[in-house]
């Protein structure tokens, strides 16, 4: 059985991301996600940064 993400999901208004992470989606799969919008899958890798649509989180590429 696997443990539970300790993360919730939309607590932060910016998160820091690296290449080994994508492809990113909001979500992540670190986060609890019963609680959260649908999951959505962000192009960040073009401009370094992503808004999420739903919650607004923003995502900063930093690698």
């Known amino acids: 059985m696997t443990t539970a993400p300790s993360q919730p999901a939309n607590t932060e208004r910016r998160y820091e991301v690296v290449r080994s992470q994508l492809p990113l989606s909001c979500p992540t799969p670190e986060m609890a ?4 919008h649908p ?3 962000l192009p960040i890798e073009a401009t370094g940064s992503a808004k999420c649509p739903y919650c607004g989180a923003l995502f900063v590429l930093t690698d």
Request: proline share 0%; glycine share 0%; hydrophobic share 45%.
């Open 33 to 36: 996600v019963w609680n959260s």
């Open 39 to 41: 999951r959505v899958y």
